[in-house]
């Protein structure tokens, strides 16, 4: 595992600061994305996962703040970078898709019209090389009737198609970082398959990493390399997609995957994990799993764990592994 | 296209029906013209015979059908004032109304764009506090008491714009002015919201994903779309704009269609009356018409059903 | 999944749980409502106790005072702090009498045209098909007549006084009572808690009363604070072209028309009664604004 | 083991047609001719994508729709024969659960008064006896009887799923419709519910009608499971046959189309991913309606419709050529 890696997140704080207080999103995550990687971050509403992609792409809304924590994209620390810096990272070096293809995509342009605009900011080419282009990376998403799509407005595409179309735009640039948000949640499971199979070939060949988002452990198997588990806003399990399917460490981790139904074995009876998804602005003291937690000792309750290494990168911030770590 | 606008034509029908038996209802409860059409020392046969040359003894239907088949023919009633037939009337003063409306109009419009963008985008900035603040005090503000005051201050104290009338530019420019601020509140509100709302829709984090300058992601991609419902409103202001005018017309005693109606409605003329509501509901209904269409012409997610 | 549940006045819900505390503090938060709602209670205050409150008798004609000037002015008297009318009678006095009538006509005709409006909404709206088209259809036909110009048609008719004119602008009104209704009951009753209530077999009178009824007050009372506002202003005009409220009853239309003729001259007679008109309805926008933010936070413009 | 519910031939066309003057009218056909039985105390799950017309055929059986042609036999009773006020007294024996936790519930009212409502419809109870009623309803999915007098938005999804499910078996119904009841919920929420479902279904001997577009969720708690497409049911057997040896060649793609959440078996799966997309229902394809996608299409199906036919026992499949080696996901 010698590549390099593209972007590092050091203990990064996202706070939102609304009517109700300030609410800790994110609440000092780090991990690392090398370069041709494919890094899952898996969690349920409310983990902070969404957040995290957005602090990275740089693109919260007003009531958000990055309190503290570094983003190192190829070298840069890009927290520090001014915004024209920054803009003309996205689209560019950095690119995301979005969990809703159909709102994701504006109703009153052309989809040629809002290919071509990222391809002419960033490439500083001309309107017709744009179209050339764009017509290009229309095909390469799968789409046969490229020339005629590039013409058409959103609202006709399915949802499938709006998709392939939300990556051709995040793709024309060729992107060194890729961040998809729950790109498949809305999608039937037969368009999920095309557009998952889709994503593996388009980043074969490219040295893109990819950084997904998802909530389904099933897309995490298909996809990941390493997997980062989120709960309440904090990492709780990071390690490598086939350790941690075979030796989740972390009880949140393991009754997530006790706890989902599988279609390729017989189960008599699910796993369940009691209670629920904390608040964000009522977080539990100590380890934030501790209200839920079968393994739940004296200790748990008011003092947090750390992210230790169990073995070689396999991290866990749970007080049972402490002593061997 | 066309088929659409044909439905919608139809649907017009319903609506002249309903506001023609609705005038017909108050001209009837109204009573009787006769009493001030005839010299106070007319005599009871006078009267009567005048009464049956207007069918003005017939029951209510056989009335009211009367009453359509004039209609049909763009035959309101002749006007006891001016003795004559009541349209030509209107119709002369309709251009001095429109004028009014359309100058308020414009005035409205390069108000509260700019301002509704600049407020929403730069939210709870001084220039958000400023305009969103004026917005709500223009709004509270009757509108023909910001007539007088605007008298008050231009025309007698500073002697720039005349007082009242039509005929020159400076004429026009604090009636448009008066309406036009007004018709302003309410838009610059308006547009605001419409913009606040659409900075948070996915696409406008999409275009700002592709790492597009917010000059554009706010003027091409979030006003594109926040112009829909902002055209529609306008057109739909209208009845407002109207209504409107005929206050401003009676505070710079503006030659308009409200001089004459409140006239009108002081003399019980019915008949311009009548004439008057047909022609203003008809011009509302024409604009709720064209702000459907373009509605439709504007946004490509809507087709023709 | 969370941001879903702010439909309609979560808050509202509350307050009925006791959580006075909670209105307070909310109201607290925003100053604009804070001063909204003072400006109206004030207002309520001044039309209650007008006869405490008034230093003279609005009606007294008084011919050695005639146009005095606001106090402060040159030439004023501070017998008369925002001076007298070409007759002699306070405008202050004038102004505070003023209060009742438009408070009044203003709560009553929105009454009226809420009652009108809900009740039609409410059967529109949930019956559909036929009765639904026919109802909007005359809904279409008073929205293309300005409400201005109908009740002036109406007043003509039935001859000025109170009575007619709240009966009036409830008419006109309840319009965009019926829309706003017939609107949010659609979505309503494509929600699943009323497929539910059906699916259980509750009656429809049932499901209009417990399910959509409470469901479409909180658009209610935020349309009915600021239709309050516009009704002032609309009985002034009214008032204003002579066919609103008629002498000797006091009304703030009615001192401005008064006054208009002397602009020129004595500029207090028509400043002071659109302040009042202004402030008033500045507070019933204020207070409106705010309840629309707290009850829906969608911003949603009717 | 009896039947309870029987659907014959059962339509919903939805009239969309452009303009008023074409003669030729255009329909949305969301259900165009499905039939199937349900047993007493089992679970029947309906899965597919969207537009194949699962939900409506939830509504249609609940009455909430109605139907354009077939029939709905609930108890041996066609429903539609039934006057307005016997449905209403037949209603109490079939209940809905409803996927959005957050507006299946009236946000005015507290959860005594939802969970009473369907008590106080068809019962008449005292009022001691109807709050015994509801804290025993309370009790049996789970939720704390000091949330009695608070309001919905109080609650979490999950928690607020619990309080349909309590207004759905308050009345003691034999079948409950359950449209996609777990599909908004968080992971490891849906566990909490698909487990109270199953033991309140052992508890009070229910039957289910279970839909959803979530295989995972179907297969855990269903007998048999109906698969549909553009209006049709492609296949319907019990669920170890469906999983690990499906007939129709949409069931296979289906199949292979849900992710496992097993990184070993990322690339051994060796079903099919199906190419294009899903029709719209109001432009259903000719023929078989599934050709355009299949991989095994002939000439046949372009042109001929397959009927829907019993292909072995309990096993039945709307297909010209049935797959003779489907390849399911099951571990043997």
């Known amino acids: 595992m010698g590549r390099e890696s593209l972007l590092e997140v050091r203990n990064l704080k996202t706070y939102f600061y609304t009517e109700d207080g300030v609410i800790p999103s994110v609440d000092g995550v780090s991990f690392t994305i090398k370069k041709g990687e494919t890094v899952a971050v898996v969690g349920e509403s409310g ?67 809002q290919i071509s605009e990222a ?57 060194k970082l890729l961040i998809a948000d729950e790109p498949t949640t809305a999608l039937d499971v037969t368009i999920q398959a095309q557009i998952l199979q889709l994503m593996k070939e388009l980043i074969k060949d490219k040295q893109t990493s990819i950084l997904f988002i998802t909530h389904d452990l099933g897309v995490v198997a298909e996809m990941a390399d390493q997997v980062i588990v989120m709960y309440a806003g904090q990492v709780v399990e990071y390690t490598d997609v086939f350790t941690l399917f075979k030796e989740a460490a972390h009880p949140y981790t393991k009754s997530l995957l006790a706890s989902t139904p599988k279609i390729h074995e017989q189960t008599e009876k699910l796993q369940v994990i009691e209670g629920t998804v904390p608040n964000p602005n009522a977080m539990p003291s100590g380890c934030r799993f501790h209200t839920r937690c079968p393994y739940v000792m004296e200790k748990c309750m008011n003092n947090e764990p750390v992210l230790t290494n169990i073995h070689t990168r396999h991290q866990v911030k749970c007080w049972l592994y402490e002593e061997e770590g | 296209m066309g088929k659409y606008i044909m439905r919608r034509l139809l649907q017009i029908i319903p609506v002249l029906f309903i506001i023609s038996f609705i005038v017909f209802c ?201 112009l829909i419902p902002v055209v529609t409103i306008t057109a739909l202001q209208t009845s407002t704009v109207v209504g409107g005018t005929l206050i401003t017309e009676s505070v710079f005693s503006w030659p308009g269609l409200g001089q004459l109606l409140i006239q009108a409605v002081n003399t019980r003329d019915m008949a311009i009356v009548q004439a008057s509501v047909f022609i203003i509901a008809f011009i509302v209904i024409a604009m709720n018409l064209l702000a459907d269409i373009l509605y439709k012409l504007l946004d490509p997610r809507i087709t023709f059903r | 999944m969370e941001s879903k549940e702010n439909q309609w ?73 925002l001076g007298t009318d070409n007759l002699g009678r306070d405008i202050l006095s004038r102004i505070i009498y003023g209060s009742q009538i438009s408070l009044v006509v203003g709560v009553a005709s929105v009454i009226l045209a809420g009652i009108i409006g809900i009740f039609i909404g409410l059967v529109s709206g949930f019956y559909g098909g036929f009765l639904d ?45 019926a829309r706003l209704i017939r609107g949010e009951v659609l979505s309503l009753k494509e929600r699943e808690f009323v497929r539910a ?83 008033t309805v500045l507070g019933m926008i204020f207070l409106g604004d705010w309840l629309r933010d707290v009850l829906d936070p969608r911003e949603k413009k009717v | 083991m009896t039947v309870i519910l029987s659907v014959r031939g059962l339509k919903k ?20 001719h499905i039939s199937f039985d349900v047993n007493h105390g089992e679970t029947l799950g309906i899965v597919g994508e969207s537009g194949c017309g699962k939900s409506t055929t939830g509504n249609l059986i609940m009455q909430l729709l109605e139907k354009t042609e077939g029939e709905i036999i609930f108890q041996g009773v066609d429903l539609s024969t039934l006057s307005k006020q016997q449905l209403r007294k037949k209603r109490a024996e079939m209940q809905m659960i409803f996927q959005d936790p957050f507006s299946s519930l009236n946000p005015r009212m507290k959860v005594f008064d939802i969970i009473a409502e369907p008590l106080l419809t068809h019962l008449n109870l005292s009022s001691e006896k109807l709050k015994e009623e509801v804290l025993s309803l309370m009790d049996q999915v789970g939720l704390d009887r000091s949330y009695i007098h608070r309001y919905p938005h109080e609650f979490s999804g999950g928690q607020r799923q619990r309080i349909g499910i309590a207004r759905a078996i308050a009345l003691q119904p034999k079948l409950i419709i359950c449209d996609e009841p777990v599909s908004a919920l968080d992971v490891s929420i849906q566990s909490q519910i698909l487990n109270l479902m199953s033991k309140l279904q052992k508890e009070l001997r229910l039957t289910f ?60 799966k060796d079903g099919v991913i199906l190419e294009g997309d899903i029709p719209s229902p109001t432009n259903i394809p000719s023929g078989c309606r599934f050709h355009p996608r299949c991989p095994h299409a002939q000439e046949k199906c372009k042109n001929e419709e397959p009927t829907f036919i019993a292909h072995e026992e309990e096993h039945y499949v709307a297909c010209h050529f049935p797959l003779k080696e489907g390849v399911g996901v099951l571990e043997k």
């Open chain 1, 47 to 113: 983990s902070g996962k969404s957040v995290t992609s957005l602090s990275i792409m740089g693109l919260l809304d007003a009531a958000g703040k990055i309190e503290s924590g570094t983003i190192i994209f190829e070298g840069n620390d890009i927290t520090k970078l001014s915004k024209k810096d920054r803009r003309k990272l996205r689209g560019n070096e950095m690119a995301m898709i979005f969990q809703e293809p159909l709102t994701s995509l504006n109703p009153l342009f052309t989809v040629g019209n």
């Open chain 1, 119 to 175: 391809i002419k900011i960033h490439q500083k080419v001309d309107k017709k090389e744009a179209k050339k282009r764009s017509i290009e990376i229309l095909k390469k998403v799968g789409i046969a009737r490229a020339e005629k799509v590039y013409h058409s407005y959103p609202h006709l595409l399915s949802g499938g198609m709006r998709q392939r179309v939300m990556i051709a735009i995040a793709l024309s640039c060729n992107p």
């Open chain 2, 26 to 226: 108050l001209v009837y409860v109204a009573g009787d013209p006769v009493a001030l059409m005839l010299p106070e020392d007319a005599s009871q046969e006078d009267i009567l015979q005048l009464r049956e040359s207007l069918g003005l003894n017939e029951p209510f239907y056989i009335q009211y059908f009367n009453y359509m088949v004039g209609l049909a023919q763009l035959d309101f009633g002749e006007s006891f004032r001016y003795n004559t037939s009541a349209l030509p009337i209107v119709l002369e003063r309709l251009p001095a109304t429109i004028e009014l409306a359309v100058a308020a109009m414009i005035v409205a419009i390069m108000i509260a764009i700019p301002l509704g963008i600049w407020s929403a985008t730069k939210k709870n900035s001084a220039i958000d506090v400023v305009a969103t603040g004026g917005a709500v005090i223009w709004k509270a503000m009757p509108n023909f008491w910001l007539g007088i005051m605007l008298i008050l201050i231009f025309s007698v104290m500073l002697g720039w714009f005349p007082v009242s009338g039509r005929g020159t530019w400076s004429h026009l420019i604090l009636p448009a002015i008066t309406l036009g601020t007004g018709i302003a509140a309410e838009m610059t509100r308006f547009i605001r919201s419409s913009m606040l709302e659409i900075m948070n829709q996915d696409y406008v984090r999409t275009a700002r994903s592709k790492g597009l300058k917010e000059f554009f992601v706010i003027h091409k991609h979030a006003f594109r779309n926040a």
């Open chain 3, 9 to 81: 006045s979560d808050v509202l819900v509350k307050s009925k749980q006791g959580h006075l505390k909670r209105w307070l503090r909310l109201l607290l938060k925003s100053k604009t409502g804070t001063i909204g709602l003072l400006i109206v209670l004030l207002i309520i205050f001044i039309a209650i106790f007008a006869k405490l409150l008034a230093p003279h008798d609005p009606n007294q004609i008084n011919a050695a005072m005639m146009l005095k000037p606001p106090a402060w002015v040159e030439g004023g008297d501070t017998d008369y702090i």
């Open chain 3, 133 to 177: 088209n026919i109802l909007m259809r005359i809904v279409d036909s008073f929205l293309a007549i300005p409400t201005i110009l109908f009740a002036l048609v109406i007043l003509t008719v039935f001859g000025p006084s109170a009575l007619t004119l709240i009966v009036v602008l409830g008419v006109t009104n309840w319009v965009q009572y």
């Open chain 3, 197 to 279: 209530a059906r699916s259980m077999g509750v009656r429809d009178h049932k499901i209009i009363l417990k399910h959509l009824l409470p469901n479409v007050i909180s658009p209610f009372i935020v349309i009915s604070t600021l239709s309050v506002a516009t009704t002032i202003i609309l009985e002034a005009s009214l008032s204003f072209l002579g066919l609103g409220i008629q002498p000797p009853t006091i009304s703030w239309g009615g001192i401005l028309s008064d006054g208009r003729d002397y602009v020129a001259t004595s500029w207090w007679l028509a400043a002071f009664p659109g302040l009042a008109i202004t402030i």
């Open chain 4, 13 to 32: 066309y939805f009239d969309v047609t452009e303009g008023w003057w074409k003669k030729e009218k255009q329909y949305l056909k969301a259900v165009d």
């Open chain 4, 209 to 268: 009608i279970f839909i959803a577009h979530g295989l995972p969720a179907v297969k855990y708690i269903s007998d048999k499971i109906a698969v549909m497409y553009l209006g049709k049911i492609v296949e319907l057997t019990t669920k170890e046959k469906l999983f690990s040896k499906p007939l129709h060649p949409y069931t296979e793609g289906l199949l292979s189309a849900v992710p496992l959440p097993d990184p070993m078996l990322r690339n051994k």
